[in-house]
Structure formats: structure tokens, C-alpha cells
């Protein structure tokens, strides 16, 4: 079928919008139709050519929502009319990382999606004979896509698509570091570095696990009072002092858990040194430029700092997605105010922009 998609032809140049042949799902697979798509860092990273592992063409794009057109040969949980989020990071239910409850890394497609491939080695996606990849499995930047049954959750269909498209990336990712990366526990007290989408949900993370105080830290004032929203009980605007001024905030020990959601490897550290000693747990979110290291001091670490990353927040996609998605419609989290702006498939690289210029948490594409 042709579909509209935005394509990145060339590292470095604006996405173009264009129309795309897109094939039927093979074996495994489901067509399904993007109502909504949020607009990531990951995405912008890779257009700029930033990434060492980015590839073109590609259709970009990977924080999508929709319902499922049509299913493959042996595709048994999803039908026609399911709502679904898009999973970067899949869950086959069958590897040894699925079976075990310490990870979420699923290896059931690892090195065909780094390389821009559905499981079977090719794409769905092309234009005139000329192969397109499929960015982080997902390619949501378009009307239509073809996604392996394992990398799509259902998701309740009373949900608004707009709100649990954020569910796809970064709101999982924040919430996710918090309940399960870190598990925090009631009455703690916790800091967060960075107040974009993964900090305010792991602000919102801590809070709903019952911590007692959550200090978010960040260079912008207004993200500061986002945090406040999302249940920050101080906030510091950060500066050269951060560590020494969270450590006077908490009796000269430091926090019981730390969360690191700024890709700023200085400010990774300062999370670790922001940990309390004796059990202090420091959780890296953010990822970091190509080469860079997290300097930390031995010290810190024998004196019973902990260190833990996270991707996807330790969110097991098609298990827990759905249960986030059901504590935002009970209220428990506020989703509304993530959403800055709304924009057309065509608008996409003022997606970028406007990331690039920190104006608003997430512009949503809506389609149709
Ligand atoms: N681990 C994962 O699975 C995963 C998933 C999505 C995003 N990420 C990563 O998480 C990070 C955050 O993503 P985001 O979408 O929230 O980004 P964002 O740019 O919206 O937010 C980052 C925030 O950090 C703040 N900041 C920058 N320097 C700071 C400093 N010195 N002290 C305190 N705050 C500072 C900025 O003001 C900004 O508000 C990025 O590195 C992103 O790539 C990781
Ligand atoms: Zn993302
Ligand atoms: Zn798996």
C-alpha cells in the first residue's frame, strides 16, 4: 500500500515527507495504523548523524500508538482494532532475559533491528524497488507501519492516544527507573537530575512508590515546576554547588536513591556523589555521547554506593505497559501537561526544532 512517512535520506538534513511503499505483514507480523507518535531525542540523534549507528533511508520515528489494521501468518494476541504502543524494546516472552525478572533487554531481534531489519532480515518499507529501514523496530513517523506481534503491547482502547504514545519511550523509561530499576522504597528520599520527559517520570516514579521527599534538580525553572507537578517536594536549580547543597538537604549523607535522566556524564557523577553511603543507589538513565565515561571515585563505591543502569526504564513492554497505562486513567499520573505541542506528520522536523530550542516536554504527531 503507499503511505506517507517521513524519511531521513541524509544524516544531518531535515526529514522529508514523502510518499512510501509499505508491504502486507509477513509471518509474526501486524500493520498497524499510527493515530499518534511522539517526538524523541533518539529520533533527532540519529537524524543529526550523531549516532555511530544510524543508518538511511530510514523512516524515523519510534513513539507511536495506533490500531492494529490486519496480523501476519501466527500472530495469536492481537486482532484487528486492538490498540497498541510501540515497543523499541520488545518482549518475546521466551529468551533467557524475558524469562528472568532482573532484565528487560529482550534478544529475540537485537541485530536485526540495530540494523534497520524486521526479524526476517528485510524491510516492508521501500520506494521504487529501493529498500527503507524500519528505525528501532518502530518507524512511527508515517500513516502505517509493519511491526513484529512481540514489539506492540495492548493497551486500554478508553486511553487517549495522544497521552499513551508517551508510554512508547520516555514516560516509561522515567516511571520505570523509579518502580523497578531502583524499587524505591516508601519513605525514601529521593533526588532527580533532569526534569525533561524520563526525570518528571521519575519524579512521578518516586512519588507513587511512596518516597518521602524527592528533590528534582535542573538548569530550567519552568521544567523545575513541572516537577512540582509530578510530585517534587524541592526543587534546586542546578550550578556548581548541586552535590554540597543536596548534601546539607539531607543531614550531610546524601540521598537514599539517586536518578540520572540528563546524558551529562558530569552530571552522572554528581548523582553517584549525591548517593547516601551505606546504601545509596544511583540509577543512570540518560545516555551519554559516543566515547564519553562516568569519572567516579572508588571511594564512593566501598563506602556502599551502588551504581545501576536502565533502559526502558527495566519496563518489560508488553507485561507493563499496559498497567502504566491504567494508572494514568486512574489518576494516578498526570500525563496532560508532558504534552507542549501538537503537530501534522508534515510539521515533523519543527518537532525538532522545537526540541532543540527545550521548548516543551513532547510534541505529539497526530495523523489523519
Ligand atoms: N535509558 C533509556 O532507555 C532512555 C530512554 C529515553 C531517553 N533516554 C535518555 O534520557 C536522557 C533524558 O531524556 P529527556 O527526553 O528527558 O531529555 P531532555 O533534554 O528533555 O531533558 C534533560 C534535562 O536535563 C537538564 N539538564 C541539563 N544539564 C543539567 C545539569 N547540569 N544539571 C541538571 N539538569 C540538567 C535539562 O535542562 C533538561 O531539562 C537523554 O540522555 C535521553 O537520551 C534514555
Ligand atoms: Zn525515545
Ligand atoms: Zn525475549
Request: proline fraction near 4%; charge should be negative; hydrophobic fraction near 40%.
Amino acid at each position: 500500500m503507499k503511505i506517507r512517512a517521513a524519511v531521513l535520506e541524509e544524516f544531518g538534513q531535515p526529514l522529508a515527507v514523502q510518499e512510501v511503499e509499505l508491504a502486507e505483514p509477513r509471518a509474526g507480523e501486524v500493520l498497524v495504523r499510527l493515530v499518534a507518535c511522539g517526538v524523541c531525542h533518539t529520533d533527532l540523534y540519529t537524524a543529526s548523524g550523531a549516532d555511530p549507528s544510524g543508518y538511511a533511508p530510514a523512516v524515523l520515528g519510534h513513539e507511536g500508538a495506533g490500531v492494529v489494521e490486519s496480523v501476519g501468518a501466527d500472530v495469536t494476541s492481537l486482532v484487528p482494532g486492538d490498540h497498541v504502543v510501540t515497543l523499541f524494546s520488545p518482549q518475546c516472552g521466551e529468551c533467557v532475559h524475558c524469562v528472568d525478572p532482573r532484565t528487560n533487554l529482550c534478544l529475540a531481534i537485537r541485530e536485526q533491528q540495530n540494523q534497520g531489519l524486521l526479524p526476517d532480515g528485510s524491510t516492508r518499507i521501500s520506494r521504487g524497488g529501493e529498500d527503507i529501514r524500519h528505525f528501532m523496530g518502530c518507524s512511527t513517523f508515517a500513516e502505517y507501519t509493519v511491526m513484529p506481534e512481540i514489539a506492540l503491547t495492548k493497551v486500554n482502547p478508553e486511553a487517549p492516544f495522544e497521552h499513551v504514545c508517551l508510554f512508547a519511550c520516555g514516560l516509561s523509561t522515567g516511571l520505570g527507573a523509579a518502580i523497578n530499576t531502583a524499587a524505591v522504597a516508601p519513605g525514601s528520599t529521593c533526588v532527580v537530575f533532569g526534569a525533561g520527559m524520563v526525570g518528571l517520570g521519575a519524579v512521578a516514579g518516586c512519588r507513587l512508590q511512596g518516597a518521602e521527599r524527592v528533590v528534582c534538580v535542573d538548569l530550567s525553572p519552568e521544567r523545575l515546576e513541572l516537577a512540582r507537578g509530578q510530585g517534587a517536594t524541592d526543587l534546586l536549580v542546578a550550578d556548581e554547588h548541586t552535590v554540597e547543597r543536596i548534601l546539607e538537604m539531607t543531614g550531610g549523607f546524601g540521598a537514599d536513591y539517586t536518578f540520572e535522566a540528563t546524558g551529562n556524564v558530569a552530571v552522572m557523577r554528581q548523582a553517584v556523589e549525591a548517593a547516601r553511603m551505606g546504601w545509596g543507589l544511583c540509577t543512570v538513565a540518560g545516555v551519554a555521547g559516543r566515547g564519553e565515561t562516568l569519572d567516579v571515585v572508588p571511594r564512593f563505591l566501598i563506602t556502599g554506593r551502588r551504581v545501576a543502569g536502565s533502559s526502558f526504564g527495566g519496563v518489560k513492554g508488553r507485561d507493563q505497559v499496559p498497567i502504566l497505562v491504567e494508572r494514568a486513567m486512574a489518576g494516578e499520573i498526570d500525563v496532560a501537561p508532558f504534552i507542549s505541542h501538537h503537530l501534522s506528520l508534515d510539521e515533523v522536523n519543527r518537532g525538532f526544532e522545537l526540541m532543540e530550542a527545550q521548548d516543551g516536554i513532547r510534541s505529539v504527531i497526530e495523523f489523519g
